[in-house]
């Protein structure tokens, strides 16, 4: 009798342990998850798509072809001040063109409404105050369209637009002729009429012409990961 008390103790202790090691992580993957926002979204945007960015707000990114028709997701969230301090999100305008150093950018533009940056396709900054390029998430192709990974945010270029650049200047040389006349006299005596001759000389010209060259950005290291921007519960 006494055996079998201890044997139905012993049970519901080993239950009440399991139950315990349960709850413990079934909240560790609650705090994981926290921690770890993101999942990976069907995008169901394949190939023959030929519009504009498409915005999936719920998951915060843009999808859309870059300047070598290939599929990228950019954060919404431009970083820097704006983006992560006042949770302002950018915007596609297809519209849009700027005036940079080295020529115009456009049309077709993410824009930051608070900060007035300007990003190209590419997520590169173009103009206007930004740290770097927009942040992206990784893709891959998948049956129904292309699969994004929001679990990892990695940082965009560090490349920031220099406002004191200017175009290069290639000097140009060109070559023009010019007629001088000249009198000698003919070896017959001081009293013979003068002959003029004409030498011809070569003056150069210079003239400078400014080639337009874009600055090359520079990359953040290989899988260089950033902070999302969190909401003010996720924060607490």
Not at 16 to 36: G, N
Not at 158 to 179: C, K, R, Y
């Amino acid at each position: 009798m006494v055996s079998s008390r201890v044997g139905a103790a012993l049970a519901l202790l080993i239950a009440i342990a399991a139950l315990a090691l349960a709850i413990v992580a079934f909240m560790s993957t609650i705090r994981d998850e926290k921690l770890k926002p993101g999942r990976l979204v069907q995008t169901r945007v394949n190939s023959d798509y030929t519009g504009g960015p498409v915005v999936f707000p719920v998951d915060d990114f843009y999808i859309g072809y870059n300047s070598d028709f290939d599929f990228r997701a950019w954060y919404v969230y431009p970083p820097g001040f704006y983006g992560h301090m006042r949770g302002c999100k950018v915007v596609w305008d297809s519209d849009a063109v700027v005036e940079t150093g080295h020529g115009p950018e456009g049309p077709g533009l993410y824009v930051d409404p608070c900060g007035g940056a300007r990003f190209d396709r590419d997520g590169e900054l173009v103009s206007g105050p930004a740290d770097r390029g927009l942040d992206w998430f990784a893709t891959e192709p998948g049956v129904e369209g292309v699969i994004v990974d929001t679990r990892t945010l990695y940082c965009g270029l560090g490349f920031v637009a220099d406002p004191s650049w200017t175009p290069s200047v290639t000097p140009t040389i060109t070559e023009t002729p010019t007629v001088t006349s000249t009198q000698t006299l003919p070896p017959f005596g001081p009293t013979s009429t003068p002959v003029p001759t004409e030498t011809p000389s070569i003056t150069p010209t210079i003239s400078a012409t400014a080639t337009p060259t874009r600055p090359t950005p520079t990359n953040t290291p290989e899988g260089a990961r950033c902070d999302r921007v969190t909401s003010e519960s996720e924060q607490g």
